[in-house]
């Protein structure tokens, strides 16, 4: 329980059902995250409330049509939540652009290859693939964390997840107040233009962090 909220009681079989999940990609994550150099328990803890918030929407995913706008005109025309980490096309595309841009980060460039042949179409068919992908996810998670891991200080692991999870949701990556700021709003699980949320994405991060994986 974190702030006073029974986050397990709130959301049901629903959090029993994103537990699950993370309990199956469990030792794939562990291996990836490990070859990559990443952190485990932030990495997951970052990504859990989309695990939870994939279970609560999952019946209701339909993204044929989305992914036919993305291929044909891009992010601009469609810009959607995709896979287990319910990552976004743009969010992808700025992260090619930005690790390119390290070249201490240039173990991770390989998020950005593609076929030079390629059409600029047929480049966003394959990124939707990738995002569809566990282990692109995971390689996507940990290049952000890696980014992050530049722009941000943080005073210890709790700080961390607050900071990094929040990043992660609100697409704010290098300015600390901010982040921070964000991190105090409540927006999850629906969003910013809904009234029925609950907690800030980091309560939910922090409140696994400390409840299941410490």
């Known amino acids: 329980m974190l702030h006073g909220l029974d986050y397990e009681y709130y959301f049901d079989n629903r959090y029993d059902d994103a537990i699950s999940i993370y309990e199956k990609i469990r030792p794939l994550m562990e291996e990836r995250i490990s070859k990559l150099d990443g952190e485990f328990d932030c990495a997951m803890s970052i990504i859990f409330p989309e695990l939870l918030r994939y279970s609560l929407i999952r019946d209701k995913i339909e993204t044929a049509a989305l992914e036919v706008f993305y291929k044909k005109l891009g992010h601009d025309y469609a810009n959607f939540s995709i896979g287990l980490f319910q990552m976004k096309p743009f969010f992808i595309e700025r992260l090619e652009k930005e690790i390119i841009g390290f070249d201490d980060l240039e173990r991770y ?102 409840s299941y994986l410490n």
């Not at 068919?125 to 998670?141: A, F, G, P, T």
């Open 109 to 210: 460039h390989f998020i950005s290859e593609y076929d030079k042949e390629l059409s600029n179409e047929r480049i966003r068919e394959v990124r939707l693939s990738r995002l569809k992908d566990i282990h692109w996810q995971i390689d996507y998670l940990i290049s952000f964390m890696k980014i992050m891991d530049r722009n941000i200080e943080s005073e210890n692991e709790r700080s961390k997840v607050r900071l990094y999870s929040t990043a992660f949701n609100c697409g704010i990556w290098d300015n600390v107040e901010k982040i921070d700021h964000v991190s105090n709003k409540k927006l999850f699980p629906y969003g910013m233009r809904s009234n029925k949320n609950i907690c800030s994405y980091s309560d939910l991060s922090l409140h696994f962090f400390s």
